[in-house]
Nanobody, 118 residues
Framework: QVQLVESGGGLVQAGGSLRLSCAASGRTFSSYSMGWFRQAPGEEREFVAAISSGRSTYYADSVKGRFTISRDNAKNTVYLQMNSLKPEDTAVYHC????????????WGQGTQVTVSS
């Protein structure tokens, strides 16, 4: 079982940057794929980025070139560095853990709000 806690959200201006963190419990963090998802009010949850246990990365087309996902297994933490933020990036961002980076994610954090003003 994995418990995930996100942090680092906030209010930024368009073009700015923000780094989200997701701290995970457990001793087997390094064996999990980790993902970031986001959901805006009235919209369905969408995939943002993922990183495998071997550090292969995957990105949604909408964030490719702007966002970077990384992990620090010694700290049981996954990060999402968000640059060149746009108003359409505004959403609640959730961290998730699963077995395959492009498969079903089994564990989810509570989310952190990111708001980008124009």
């Amino acid at each position: 079982q994995v418990q995930l806690v996100e942090s680092g959200g906030g209010l930024v201006q368009a073009g700015g940057s923000l780094r989200l963190s997701c701290a995970a419990s457990g001793r087997t963090f390094s064996s999990y794929s980790m993902g970031w998802f986001r959901q805006a009010p009235g919209e369905e949850r969408e995939f943002v980025a993922a990183i495998s246990s071997g550090r292969s990365t995957y990105y949604a087309d909408s964030v490719k070139g702007r966002f970077t996902i990384s992990r620090d297994n010694a700290k049981n933490t996954v990060y999402l560095q968000m640059n060149s933020l746009k108003p359409e990036d505004t959403a609640v961002y959730h961290c998730a853990a699963g077995y395959l980076p492009r498969g079903v994610y089994d564990y989810w954090g509570q989310g952190t709000q990111v708001t980008v003003s124009s």
